[in-house]
């Protein structure tokens, strides 16, 4: 379930377009696409919005049942107030209400907006593997496949939670959970609460968690960073930018967030008076009825709650031979590009698994796919 690895490249050279056999001698009996978009969250929708303004031929291929993205999929007490906006797609605007459930008013903007815009999402399509034939990219869903030049992979990350493993996991009597999963606050009234977690998910679902809770207990590997400024634009950029440069190196991206520190809002603050955010290291082992502290205290517990972040979706693509030796896959300074396989762009991958740089991303995504067939066709033309 937790599977996010990629098999390595052998070679971190840079392959050119005369490095793959000529599309044209491939599959003559199967319509070739221009590109297929793998897809169709924020990311997805703003690549699909591009590719149709240049008149790229594409599909995009939803695995969920109905529009949305990942946002269906979030926690009921998420409300549009809270999410400010960040969910606009390309050429408009975002929904105006402030008090709706962000699992609910999102999707219903992104569904409009396919309509709006004529976008051909197939759904629900979970794709298997993607193999390089010919020149060409083979996208396997099942008994299904499709054909393209290129492929856009805008998976993004809420498939594939991430749950480390701890010394007496299997042996906890009490409930475990990830956030992927998260039932509401109401589920942990009266009961003792470890949160595992740094990041953002952690902070807001504490907020909720702990007014209700018997107890709670927050406990992080590292110190939170917590922000002291407000969040300007500049500030989301710089983040954005330091996630970029690990991708060009080659390395396993970081969350956007994990780099813009951590903010309480006016909803956090009753949890803030009962002490939830006074962060404690993490345990040392996992007993059956709680855990156990580093200086050998044990806490009693009735749940643990894993905010432990999620993994980029992308072992569909380990036929492609993606990753760098450093572990990631290397992007172009655009940040899209695979640089082991120009074929393939990815959005919603490092610096665009934010819906700070989903938007940009997707134009940047149609711009390389343009660049890889005007590439192609000159080389066919020349050959």
């Known amino acids: 379930m937790f599977e996010t690895g990629l098999r390595r490249s052998s070679t971190t050279a840079t392959p050119a377009a005369s490095d793959y056999p000529a599309p044209a001698r491939c599959c003559p009996e199967v319509e070739i696409l ?27 291929l939803d695995a969920n049942a109905a529009p949305g993205g990942a946002w269906q999929h979030r926690w009921d007490s998420l409300t549009m107030h809270d999410v400010h906006g960040i969910a606009a797609l390309p050429d408009s605007a975002p929904p105006a209400d402030e008090v709706g459930r962000a699992n609910v008013v999102v999707p219903a903007y992104f569904g409009d907006y396919e309509r709006a815009h004529g976008l051909t999402v197939l759904r629900p399509v979970r794709v298997d593997r993607v193999e390089s034939v010919g020149g060409l990219l083979a996208v396997h869903a099942g008994d299904r496949s499709w054909t393209s030049h290129t492929i856009v992979n ?46 953002a998910s952690a902070v807001q679902l504490l907020g909720e968690i702990a007014p209700v809770a018997a107890d709670t207990l927050w406990v992080t ?19 954005v930018a330091l996630v970029e440069d690990r991708v060009r190196r080659g390395l396993p991206p970081m969350s956007v967030v994990s780099v813009t520190g951590l903010a309480l809002r006016e909803q956090e603050q009753a949890a803030a008076r009962l002490g939830a955010y006074d962060r404690q290291p993490m ?27 999620f993994r980029p979706a992308i072992a569909h693509l380990a036929p492609l031979r993606l990753r760098s030796e450093h572990g990631g896959i290397q992007l172009d300074r655009a940040g899209t590009t695979a640089l082991a396989d120009r074929r393939v762009q990815l959005v919603g991958y490092g610096p665009s698994a934010s819906t700070i740089g989903a938007n940009r991303a997707g134009r940047s995504a149609a711009r390389g796919v343009a660049a890889w067939l005007a590439h192609t066709e000159s080389s066919a033309s020349s050959a």
Not at 221 to 239: K, N
């Open 283 to 309: 345990f040392t082992r996992i007993e059956p009825d709680g855990v156990r502290m580093p200086d050998g205290t044990p806490w009693p517990a009735d749940v643990i709650l894993w905010a432990t972040g």
């Open 34 to 60: 221009d590109s297929v978009v793998i897809g169709a969250g924020q990311a997805g929708l703003s690549a699909a919005h591009h590719l149709q303004r240049r008149g790229i031929s594409h599909v995009v």
């Open 154 to 199: 805008a998976t993004g990350t809420w498939s594939q939670p991430h749950l480390p493993w701890y010394p007496g996991i299997d042996a906890f009597r009490g409930e475990q959970l990830h956030t992927h999963r998260y039932p509401g606050p109401d589920h942990f009234a009266g009961r003792r609460v470890v949160v595992v977690g740094g990041g």
């Open 221 to 239: 590997r590292r110190e939170p960073v917590w922000r002291t400024d407000d969040f300007t634009p500049e500030r989301g950029r710089e983040a």
